[in-house]
Structures are given as structure tokens and as C-alpha cells.
């Protein structure tokens, strides 16, 4: 079961302990017998399993002195770190044809507990055996634990004892294992653990010379030493300069075809009486001091080598019992370099992970998820010091013309230019992040220059050389600044974005200041309020539908109700141009419960026309999130045709599962308990996560119309969906795209699998009637444009 070079290491360990084929001794035997008496079972059993028999150092119950170790039970157990319990072996199908199972020895009960050498080696078991089936209680099994862990102190005291080793005293080897755990285990210099080792070793052994290293494998599998400690020689000036350059980089044996790296290869110990003359030699690394004796011992971790012991120039020589008396320590060196090693690869494998979430892999600036937790910290700090915060939207101007000339990979290049210049040009309490694609944002506190923000642009302007080519382009910036846009991360996002493409529109090669007064002035949410009140009392709001196409099946899915403010004087306004200033208010309730009301007759109209359609509705954030909404969708709901439930599905902004996790969860959770479907909108804005999206009960995913009308573009957009598809896919939610406006678009959402569409191209939000007739006439061919 054991590895080749792990059993062979056993079995040296049990033949070291001297006790295979040696009288019964009382100090066991007591113990067997207490197990027998306690469990009260048939037969109790010290057994050590050699390399082809199991045989019995202490027996109580049966006359056998040993078994054929290929129908040992113990040879399962020491297999194990803790005990195997076999409650009924005629039912084990491990053993129900062993033949210590049938008559005359009917083994039916059978639990061992392994017993290991003081180095750690699992050389047997104390077991009982009974010939009846049964079970262990956790006490019983405590004890059995208790029992054989006296049998490995009797072990371990008896190899302390019998005699101080023939080359190694123990006392002196027992202080070097605990120098060891102790160095290794709170000196953060592993070099001068290493090296502490080192030095006992050469103690313990009397050599002159001596190295320990750790194995590694390159990528071709060839195994080299990576030096932790080496003996520091009176060495020639040559040798002397060679060394220390090797101190600068780490010293590396590679060479494995000589006497220093050849256990690297087979794994066992190496002992040469004259290196000079020894045909094995292969020659040592230049530079390397004489040797005369010496002893390679392999270092293992379980059944792994991970290390290497030189030991070199020893008067009286060398002989294979000197490491066999060292294995205690050698044993202890290879726990702790595999201890620190794992914990390395952890900590690496963590930061790696981190890297990959928090970072750009490309240009290696802060992504968006990374960037919009340092712009929420940004505005903390800047609200605690009473300070400003620039936000700086970048986007370059001409950069698809150079990845469409010249290539993906001309671009890359040009990307990561960029992004060092401007990580170059900010201060170091500044960020710079990439959102995506050729888009950038700069995060600048306390600006009181505006140059700042021409100096960002012209460190884009200077020309890039890349391999023969000399590239030119510019960026257009937009610029938010913090708190006299005084609203959360997102907005100051988009309103830098705006901003942005302000500054295109201008002619681009330039930036532009967010105009915060153009975009919501207090008159104009002032004005709204004061409206609204009176456009519920007098039925002004109406709900427009869109159709949500089948695209697989080529059918009518159903509907999106969409509100419409029909304004005395203004004409018919969408909801962009007041659903915004009413939100946290009083009136974001009322005009949900006008909603929940309308789509619930809708519903109840295509139940009584047979009409198979199902109706989503959008609700305000702030109605989703309030205590009342629970209580309004079931009034909603209540004495109506438990049909409509069917029907119904509830579209929440990605951005607002965000808000308050919890509440979301929760509320989302009754309206799926009330038989409403859940639909995710505006998917791949909101940077949620994907426990998030595991954790919302959500049946229907609606890709951002950005994404989907950007597919044209092709690339990461292109990718995003497909991502997102793929996603919800493996999570078994419905896919609807948003913002199909052309034939291509229809095209691409169906190549890739997405299920259903929704755009200009097939209708705009229309009146229920207008709608309805729409619906009448509809055919798979004729759908495009068809109201």
C-alpha cells in the first residue's frame, strides 16, 4: 500500500528497534492483557508488521506466532493515522474472503490502533479481535489510543537506553532535535536554522564538512539542491570568490551524476571511503573544497524526498549505521523544511488568488473590484481630513485603429506603456486603476492645480516605441470632484464618465469638469415632488410594455411593464426624468404599489384571454429595500388567481442586491415563498460577487444592454457575455439580453446561447392595447420592427 522507498524506510526503522523474533516481555504483555480484559474480547494482539509476515511480539487469546502479512488486518491499520474499526469483516468487502474471517479462526470484530517507532514510523498495532461483531464507543476507542501509546513510550525509552549509539550519543542528538523545532519554529531566518543544524550535525558526527539543502524539480523533472547551509572552509581566493558570488544568488548543485547529488536520484544513502578514487565521483562544482570521506543521506517528508545531508571528511569514515542513528534528527529536519514549505506554497497560493481578484493581469494596476474598494476608503479619509478627491475617467483616443493595424499584442503593449506612465506621473498616495479595454481611472486627493490633470493627458500624448513601430495617441478625460459632487462611488464613477464624453464631444485630446448643476439641479427635484403627488391622484402614470422574445423557441415569453409619466404639459416622460428624484422618498412606495396593482390586472387579463405570457416589473430600490415591501407584495397578491404568482416576476437592479445583502435575501425569499419569479437586471454593472449571485434566489438573469449593444466591438465584450451565459447556465437561470437593436446583435445572443432577447428591434415600449395588437400579429418572420 506504502510507496517503495516509504516501506523501505519502515522497515528499516522496525529492524533499528532490535524486537522482531525476541521473547514475550512483561511490559507488554501487560498491556495486551489489560486490553483483552477491558474489551472483553477473544483475542488481543502487539503485532509488528515485517516485510512479509505479521508477527506477534505479545499475544493473548491464540496460539498463532505470526500470519502472512497479505491477509494482515494490521497491515490496513498502519495505513491509517488513527485506528480502523471493523464492526462486521463477513460484511467488510476488504476482508469478507480472508481467510482468518472463515472457521476455524471466524474473525468477525477487529480494531487496531497503530503503534509508531520514536521516529515516527508506523511499525504495528496493538488490536482486538473477537469473534462476534460489534461496535467502539469514543471512550473505548480513548483508550485503546491510551494503551498503545504506552507501548511507544516503552519503545522509545528502550531505545534511550539500551545503549548511547555507536557513533551518536542520544542525549547529545535529542538536544539538536529540539534546537531544531525551535529554531525552525520561531526564528524567521531559515538560513540560520539551517545553519544551527548544520552545525550540530557536524558536531554529533565529527566532520569536517557538511551541507544540508532543500530538493527541487524543474520543469523537465530534473531534481536540484537549493543550499540552506555550507561549511564555511578555509577556501583559496578562487574558491573564496566563487562562493561569494553564489551567496548573492542562492547556491544551486545541479549536477546529479556525482557522489554530492546522486541520492537526489535514487534516494538512498551514499557512503564513499575515498571520493578521489571513487568511480561514482562524476567530479564536484568548481571551487568546491576537498573531499575525502563522505555520506549522502536523503531527506524525507513521508514518502517524499524534499532534502539532502552532506556529510564529508570524517577521520574514521563513514558507515550506513550513522545514519540510521541520525534518522531521529533527520526525521525532525524533514517535518519542519515540508512545514515551512507548505506554508509557503499557502501563503503564495493566497497572495496569488489575491493578485488575481485585486489586480489588472495586463498592466497589474488595481481592477474595478479592487479600485472601487479604494475609492470607498478614499472617501472616507477624505471626508475625515475635510479634503477633496478627484475622480479621473480616462479613456484613449485612437487605440482601436492601433489594435485593428497592428494587432492584440501591439496593443497590450501600448496599454501597459500607458499604465506605467500614468503610475509614474501620479503621487504615491494617488491610485490609478483599469477598468477595462482601453478605459482608466485616476483617484488624486487634494488637487488644487488643475495642470494635474493636463499632465496625465500629456504623459499619454508622448510617443511609444515598440520594436520597429513609434505609436501616437491621446485620451479623453473626465474629472468629478469629491464632495462638490457630493454623492456615493458609482455616481462619482458615471459622472466622471459623463464627463468624459463630454470631453470626446469637444473634439477629444483634452479632459472635462463634471457640470453638476446641469445634471440635477435642486429645482429640477424639487419640481417633481411637487408633481408627483398630484399625478397619482389624477391617474397620469401608465404602464408601457416591451415584448421579451423565446429565441430559442421563436414565441412570445412575455412582457416588461415599463412606466410612463403622461405630463399635463411635458408629454409622455420616461421614467429616467423623475423615478430618480422621488427615490427615498414617500412617494417611491406609492408609485411601487401603482405598479405591483397595474401588472397584477395585466396578468389576470392574459389568464382570462388564455394568453401564455408571463410580466416583469421594475421597482425602486428604495420600495425593495423598505419594511413595508413584504407586507405590499403579499397585500398585492392577496384573493387574486394563485396563477398570477406564476406570472409575475420581479426585476431588482444588480447594483441594489448589493446594497443590503442581507434585506435582499430575506425579501427576495418571500417573494419566491409567494411563487414569484426573480429576475437580476442590468447583470455585470453591479461587481457582485459570485457568492452573492449563489446566494440570491434569482431565476432570471438580464444581461446590461452596454454589454450586449457593445457585442458589435467584439472582443471583451463579446467575452463578458459569454461569460455571463456560461454562468447562469451552470446555476440553471434563464438569460434575457437587453438592448437588441440590430439583425448582428440577434445573432450573436443566439450563437451564444443566450435565451431570450428584448430591443428596439423588435418593438419599442408600447400601450397595453398597442401592445396586445402587436402580439396578435406577431410571426417569427415578420418580427422585426412589427409595431
Known sequence: MATHQLEKRRQAALEKLGILDTPPEERFERLTRIARH???????????????????????????????????????????????????????????????????NNYRFYAGMPVRDPTGFRIGTLCIIDD??????????????????????ELERSLLTSNEGEYVQVSLLNRAIHRAQNMFLSNTDERAAFEQVLHDLLTLTGSQFGFIGEVHQRASGQPYLQIGAISNLAWSEETETFYQKIERRGMVFDNVENLLGRPMVTGDIIVSDSVKDDPRGGGLPKGHPQLDTYMGIPVFAGDRQIGLVGLANRLEGYRAQLA???????????????????????????????????????????????????????????????????????DLDGFKAINDEHGHAVGDAVLKTIADRLQST????????????????????DVDNDKVYSRLLEAIRQPIKHNQLILTLSASM???????????????????????????????????????????????????????????????????????????????????????????????????????????????????????????????EFIAQDLPYTLSINLSPSHFLSESFPRDIESALEGRNPEVRNRLILEILETTALDDADRVIRNLGICRELGVDISLDDFGTGY??????????????????????????????????????????????????????TKDLEEQVIDLGCETGQGFLYSRPVPYAQAMEWARNFTWEQRYGAS
Open 38 to 104: 477491558h474489551y472483553g474480547v477473544k483475542i488481543s494482539l502487539f503485532s509488528l508488521l515485517d516485510n512479509d509476515r505479521q508477527w506477534f511480539k505479545s499475544r493473548q487469546g491464540t496460539e498463532l506466532e505470526q500470519t502472512p502479512r497479505s491477509i494482515a488486518f494490521c497491515d490496513y491499520a498502519i495505513q491509517q493515522e488513527d485506528a480502523l474499526v471493523v464492526e462486521d469483516a463477513a460484511r467488510d468487502a476488504r476482508f469478507c474472503d480472508n481467510p482468518l474471517v472463515k472457521n476455524p
Open 132 to 153: 462476534q461483531p460489534r461496535c467502539l464507543s469514543d471512550i473505548d476507542l480513548d483508550v485503546l489510543r491510551n494503551l498503545a501509546s504506552i507501548i511507544e513510550d
Open 324 to 394: 540510521e542513528e541520525l534518522a531521529p534528527l533527520l526525521h525532525t529536519i524533514g517535518n519542519l523544511i515540508e512545514r515551512k514549505r507548505l506554508y509557503k506554497e499557502k501563503l503564495e497560493h493566497k497572495q496569488s488568488l489575491e493578485k488575481a481578484a485585486n489586480y489588472d493581469a495586463l498592466t497589474g494596476l488595481p481592477n474595478r473590484r479592487r479600485l472601487t474598494k479604494v475609492f470607498q476608503q478614499e472617501v472616507a479619509e477624505a471626508d475625515k481630513r475635510k479634503g477633496r478627491l478627484a475622480v479621473c475617467f480616462i
Open 426 to 445: 501620479i503621487r504615491s498616495h494617488d491610485t490609478v486603476g483599469r477598468l477595462g479595454g482601453d478605459e482608466f481611472v485616476a483617484i488624486l486627493r
Open 478 to 604: 473626465g474629472v468629478t470632484v469629491y464632495p462638490d459632487d457630493d454623492v456615493d462611488t458609482d455616481l462619482l464613477l458615471r459622472h466622471a464618465d459623463q464627463a468624459m464624453y463630454a470631453a470626446k464631444e469637444s473634439g477629444k485630446n483634452g479632459y472635462k469638469l463634471f457640470d453638476l448643476e446641469t445634471h440635477q439641479s435642486r429645482e429640477e427635484r424639487a419640481r417633481v415632488l411637487e408633481q408627483i403627488g398630484i399625478a397619482l391622484e389624477q391617474d397620469q402614470l401608465e404602464l408601457y410594455y416591451q415584448p421579451k422574445l423565446n429565441l430559442k423557441q421563436q414565441t412570445i415569453q412575455g412582457f416588461e411593464a415599463l412606466i410612463r409619466w403622461n405630463h399635463p404639459e411635458e408629454g409622455v416622460l420616461s421614467p429616467y426624468r423623475f423615478l430618480e428624484h422621488i427615490e427615498y422618498t414617500e412617494y417611491a412606495r406609492d408609485v411601487g404599489l401603482f405598479v405591483l396593482d397595474s401588472a397584477v390586472k395585466v396578468v389576470e
Open 688 to 741: 457582485s460577487s459570485l457568492t452573492y449571485f449563489r446566494l440570491l434566489p434569482a431565476q432570471e438573469i438580464k444581461i446590461d444592454r452596454s454589454f450586449v449593444q457593445d457585442m458589435t466591438r467584439g472582443g471583451e465584450n463579446n467575452m463578458i457575455v459569454r461569460a455571463i451565459v456560461n454562468l447562469s447556465q451552470s446555476f440553471q437561470r434563464r438569460t434575457v439580453a437587453e438592448g437588441i437593436e
